[in-house]
């Protein structure tokens, strides 16, 4: 499978907002965004369920983060408010075809594709 295509990343201040894009080039059951900051391990930020709209966080989000995907189209979008410093890091989107079910969400291993990631920078 072609890996997705991320974009979205940038610059921005504390307390900004930024949208990032996952476009995959099939159509899979569960995306998944994770981030990795420098010296950091990967950790995942947020994951949907194709079929059935169901979506998985992880524990820092707390209501930050949404990830949605529109009727009808592949790309699965995450919305980033009230960014801090912390969410520094490179975010990566990852494919797999299997569901997101379980604690399969939150294992980078469980994702067979990945894209090339997008820097997102928060800093004042």
């Known amino acids: 499978q072609v890996p997705p295509v991320e974009s979205g990343g940038g610059t921005v201040q504390p307390g900004e907002s930024l949208r990032l894009s996952c476009a995959p080039s099939?159509?899979?059951?569960?995306i998944g965004w994770f981030r990795q900051a420098t010296g950091k391990e990967r950790e995942v930020v947020a994951a949907?369920?194709?079929?059935?709209?169901?979506?998985y966080y992880g524990a820092f989000v707390k209501g930050r983060f949404t990830i949605s995907q529109a009727p009808g189209e592949r790309t699965v979008y995450l919305q980033m408010n009230d960014l801090k410093p912390e969410d520094t890091a490179v975010y990566f989107c990852?494919?797999?075809?299997?569901?997101?079910?379980?604690?399969?969400?939150?294992?980078?291993?469980?994702?067979?594709?990945w894209g090339q990631g997008t820097q997102v920078t928060v800093s004042s």
């Open positions: 990852a494919v797999r075809t299997g569901p997101c079910g379980g604690s399969a969400y939150a294992r980078p291993s469980r994702y067979p594709v």
């Open positions: 099939t159509q899979n059951n569960c």
């Open positions: 949907i369920y194709t079929k059935g709209d169901v979506t």
